[in-house]
């Protein structure tokens, strides 16, 4: 159950979106995201952990929203079952690259040590202010914002070279990090 609440949670955004981008009546909107919700909990036993959940919960999400479609086609202001397929098929393609974001990022991450991971640590795991993580390492706050600038730089290029198909292939100058 816990898992199924780790995953719904990270994927409910994505989910809402999704709904609302085709039943535009907000109240019809959450009864589909609740209808999606209790199908998506029912059937978590079928899920395949070796997939992405995201895409999973979505292609629900599509079946919840194509029966509220059917049950609505004489409103003008509906969407066809095909524009609402492949609007599904957009999110799920998104929530993949996000994915593989994060898993890259997390592995980008990893690579960083010492100050600099501690100095992300601070700031972005504990939320700590600039001012605070420069008295807690004997730094003035502008070393810290520039040492936090030439991180990101860093992790960034780190995600161009894992991911150079979500960013076209163009990468940050070497010399220029």
Not at 28 to 57: G, I, M
Not at 61 to 72: D, G, I, N, Q
Not at 92 to 107: G, M, P, V
Request: some cysteine; aromatic content about 8%; overall charge positive.
């Amino acid at each position: 159950m816990r898992e199924l609440n780790v995953l719904w949670t990270q994927s409910h955004g994505a989910v809402l979106s999704y709904i609302r981008s085709i039943v535009v009546d907000f109240h019809r909107a959450d009864d589909v995201l609740q209808e999606t919700a209790a199908t998506v909990a029912e059937k978590f036993d079928e899920y395949d952990r070796t997939l992405p959940f995201a895409p999973w919960a979505l292609g629900i999400a599509k079946f919840k929203v194509l029966e509220y479609l059917r049950s609505s086609s004489r409103d003008r202001l509906v969407f066809s079952e095909e524009v609402a397929e492949s609007i599904a098929g957009a999110f799920s393609e998104l929530q993949i690259k996000a994915s593989d974001t994060e898993i890259a990022l997390e592995q980008c991450v990893s690579r960083v040590r010492g100050r600099p991971r501690k100095l992300l640590e601070m700031r972005y795991l504990r939320q700590t202010s600039v001012e605070d993580v420069a008295q807690a390492t004997g730094m003035t706050s502008t070393a810290v914002r520039v040492a936090l600038h030439r991180i990101r730089k860093s992790l960034l290029q780190c995600l161009q070279d894992q991911l150079p198909g979500l960013y076209g292939g163009n990468h940050l100058p070497r010399g220029r990090q």
